[in-house]
């Protein structure tokens, strides 16, 4: 069953760092997404990406954080300079256009973790 | 905005016992609604879904049933195992993002 994968599975930076956390979206979905996942919190939203563009964005996702199809199967997240409290779980998750676009297909996550 | 709420945890059964797990939601449309289950150390993965009221999301002996009335989608199974320790998310979908519930773990002592 194809699944959505992330790289990599923990990342540890110093604060002020920039990181990419990678994802590969299941092959035939065009919507994409990021979630992060504070240690012992509620799953939050942060971006989601259709058609090449933000489709929508959340109050957490600010100039710091960008998003990026670079290639037709990688979907990144940057994070420009790192800050103690973005260390969390960080999720991908896709979905197709057609079918049954209401489920979103998480990754394992990547954990990061800035010191 | 649209949220859920779900019962904090955490809840600890034996093996057999009957799980309920309850979630209510608040939402201006009509979304769809989800439980997700997140094992020890691995990420989300959708459990059950129902897209509108009184649609019945069932899998591996877990059930929900989208209560428009009461805006709930409590999750329930009959007779837990052990391998059902995993922390439970409701979340619901209206428009383009998903809204999670803070968690449930559940613990299921043999």
């Known amino acids: 069953e194809p699944e959505v994968t992330q790289t990599p599975s923990h990342q540890v930076t110093q604060m002020g760092q920039e990181v990419i956390l990678r994802c590969v979206p299941i092959?035939?979905?065009?919507?994409f997404y990021w979630y992060r996942q504070i240690l012992g919190q509620k799953v939050e939203f942060l971006v989601s990406f259709y058609n090449n563009e933000i489709s929508e964005k959340s109050e957490i996702f600010d100039d710091q954080f960008s998003v990026e199809r670079p290639d037709g199967s990688n979907f990144t997240l940057k994070i420009r300079s790192t800050k103690l409290e973005d260390s969390a779980m960080y999720f991908c998750a896709s979905a197709p256009v057609g079918g049954d676009t209401d489920t979103q297909y998480f990754g394992p996550g990547t954990r990061l973790t800035v010191l | 905005g649209d949220s859920v709420t779900q019962m904090e945890g955490p809840v600890t059964l034996s093996e057999e016992a009957f799980l309920t797990i309850n979630c209510t939601y608040t939402a201006t449309g009509y979304p769809s609604l989800f439980w997700y289950v997140q094992y020890p150390g691995e990420g989300l993965q959708l459990l059950l879904k129902a897209t509108k009221a009184d649609d019945k999301g069932s899998n591996k002996g877990f059930e929900a049933t989208y209560r428009k009335e009461t805006t709930s989608f409590h999750l329930e199974k009959g007779s837990v195992q052990v391998s059902d320790s995993a922390v439970y998310f409701c979340?619901?979908?209206?428009?383009?993002?998903?809204?999670f519930g803070a968690g449930t773990r559940l613990t299921v002592k043999p």
């Open positions: 979340a619901l979908r209206d428009n383009n993002d998903m809204r």
């Open positions: 092959s035939n979905h065009l919507y």
